[in-house]
């Protein structure tokens, strides 16, 4: 099989698993207990058909969407995923100049193996995003907020679904930790090196536990929009009470999310959470969604459904354990391809042309 070439996503997937150590494999892929949201992420984008619009000149096409007023040229950006280095030794850096290429947005993880400053070198040209966890120590947390800042990030994604730790038990099970030669790059001393510290289970859940505030509520996210410039977004919103909250703080935009299936299990599917939050808040904030993206048709549904764009986890990273920076671009140029295939065959000539009455449930057609 290593002779093939990989053409789609689900081919990165399998040789990505092939390749890592069990750990970092297992790290990757896992979802929180019974790993029920993460197969919905992906079985709900099943249950949805696509009724296509034939017979329309579709020869002219454009991917591009306006994000935060920015021309994004595909509406395919990098969700924000923790320690990239286990997959390629290039990580973060590599991974955010894939996106550049492709002209879309990364977001950098606060657990990431490169700097904010590394990344801003090596992807000047990037639009990028810095997702914040808040720490303890706040001003530890401010710090990092003007160091994003200072860097060219052009917003914040504050993670509003990790008041708790999700329980993996894969990484439970392996004894996770972080290879010791690599560090949380953002940090110094013990922040950096905590998760390569072996316990009784997950040296990140540990890590976590003992210096995230796991406590935050709306007025921190209040408190975020005081001490910056940028437009704060929240990550991890599944319900239409929550996202009016979040808009009348005026935040810049929701991400709809499950963290992957990594947090709450039972919760919906991003794509099921979705029709709720852009009718709810849609006309008020931009509302992006993240989880299960897997084919270009998942895109054209996400944003038939009300989404400005989407994100991609771990298939990004998935090209990055293939290899590096091309991999990332392979990945995103298959999502791109398949995308604007998806736009030529439902009868599009852009993301404006996608109407909601272009997707249904798969339950309109057995009644
Ligand atoms: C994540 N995710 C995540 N989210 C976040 O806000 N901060 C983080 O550091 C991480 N780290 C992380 C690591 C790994 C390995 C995964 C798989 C996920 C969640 C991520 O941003 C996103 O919500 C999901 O990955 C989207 O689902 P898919 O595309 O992986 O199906």
Redesign the pocket.
């Known amino acids: 099989e290593q002779n093939c070439q990989p053409c789609s996503v689900a081919d990165f997937e399998r040789f990505a698993r092939a390749k890592l150590p069990s750990s970092a494999a297992g ?2 892929r896992s979802g929180a207990c019974g790993e029920h949201t993460l197969a919905f ?1 992906q079985s709900a984008f099943q249950r949805i058909r696509i009724r296509p619009r034939v017979l329309r000149d579709v020869s002219t096409r454009d991917m591009a969407v306006t994000i935060q007023g920015r021309e994004v040229k595909v509406p395919i950006g990098v ?4 320690m990239q280095k286990m997959a390629h030794p290039d990580g973060e850096c590599a991974n955010a100049r894939a996106v550049g290429r492709a002209g879309s947005v990364f977001i950098l ?3 990431s193996t490169s700097s904010i400053e590394e990344v801003a070198a090596a992807a000047p040209d990037t639009i990028k995003w810095f ?1 914040l ?1 808040v720490y303890k120590d706040r001003e530890l947390t401010k710090k990092l907020v003007a160091r994003a800042e200072a860097a060219g990030f052009k917003a914040l994604v504050l ?1 509003v679904d990790a008041s708790a730790w999700g329980m993996r038990y894969a990484d439970a099970r392996n004894k996770f930790i972080l290879p010791p030669h690599l560090k949380l790059a953002n940090f110094s001393g013990n922040l950096s090196s905590g998760v390569s510290e072996k316990t009784s289970g997950s040296a990140l859940q540990k890590y976590i536990e003992d210096v995230f505030d796991l406590n935050i509520t709306w007025d921190d996210v209040k408190w975020l929009k005081r001490i910056t410039k940028l437009p704060v977004m929240v ?1 991890g919103v599944l319900t239409a009470e929550d996202a009016k909250i979040a808009a009348d703080i005026g935040v810049g935009g929701v991400i709809v ?1 499950n ?2 299936g ?1 947090q709450l299990d039972t919760s919906p599917a991003s794509i099921e959470a979705l029709p709720e939050i852009s009718k709810a808040v849609g006309d008020r904030v931009e509302v992006y969604l ?4 897997r084919y270009g048709t998942d895109v054209f549904k996400a944003l038939a459904l009300g989404a400005k764009m989407v ?5 990004a ?1 998935w090209g990055l354990t293939y290899n590096g920076e091309e991999g990332v671009k392979k990945v995103l140029d298959i999502l791109g391809n398949e995308f604007d295939t998806t736009l030529a065959l439902a009868g599009c000539r852009s993301p404006a042309d996608i109407r909601s009455d272009m997707v249904t449930h798969e339950s309109t057609y057995s009644k």
């Open positions: 790290y990757y992420n969700a924000p995923t923790a993880s606060t657990l997702q966890y993670t990550k999310s963290h992957g990594r993240d989880g299960g993206i994100f991609v986890g771990r298939p990273v």
